[in-house]
């Protein structure tokens, strides 16, 4: 993915601007940006130990051989029942506080030196991801993108209702970048 990223930036939009979008996971960090921060959340008591466990089995996978249709399904449905009733502030803080210690060791140089060399060509930079929002946009943000899309949870008086309001994963992916790309004038042709 990243070769085509180089590849689409030498070439000059007729249109529009000029958007890199790379996802986040395995692309520009080397896990699952979400399961990363598994630790914090136990620490904050989000979490049980039980859920730390199914979480590093999962990391591990997703790590081994990346994940199918079916397995990010279950991903989902997992961390949308785990996350039922967490206030999204602790959430927000929780990662807020540890964003650089759990997210700059994972960060692949050559992903960083990509997003770099867009910025400084001035091209915007859009981390896209399945993980939820209040994970990857700070994410984004510390990388330096000029936007985020991600997967949004429905939130009712403060906390995670376990439903979620949009995936954006596949054909989510899809529609969130070209929703962007209409709103902000990037070519994607």
Same mark, same amino acid.
Do not use: Q, T, W
């Given at each position: 993915m990243l070769d085509s990223v180089t590849a689409e930036?030498?070439?000059q939009p007729e249109n529009?601007?000029?958007a890199a979008f790379f996802d986040l996971d395995k692309t520009?960090? =080397?896990k699952s940006s979400t399961l990363a921060f598994?630790?914090?959340?136990f620490d904050q008591g989000?979490?049980?130990r039980r859920s730390v466990l199914k979480s590093?089995?999962?990391q591990f996978l997703f790590l081994l051989a990346g994940a199918d249709h079916d397995q990010m399904e279950r991903m989902r449905t997992h961390l949308t029942n785990m996350c039922a009733g967490w206030d999204v502030e602790q959430v927000r803080a929780v990662v807020a506080e540890t964003l650089h210690d759990i997210v700059d060791p994972l960060v692949f140089a050559e992903? =960083?030196?990509l997003i770099a060399d867009h910025k400084l060509r001035g091209h915007d930079v859009i981390v896209v991801s399945a993980s939820g929002e209040e994970v990857v946009t700070p994410i984004a943000a510390a990388l330096g993108a000029d936007h985020a899309a991600a997967t949004r949870m429905q939130v009712e008086d403060g906390r995670f209702t376990g439903?979620?309001?949009?995936?954006c994963y596949g054909e989510g992916k899809v529609d969130a970048i070209r929703e962007l790309a209409r709103l902000q004038n990037y070519d994607l042709d």
């Open positions: 930036a030498n070439r529009g601007r000029v520009i960090i =080397a598994s630790k914090p959340f989000l979490i049980n590093s089995y999962a992903a =960083a030196d439903e979620v309001d949009f995936y």
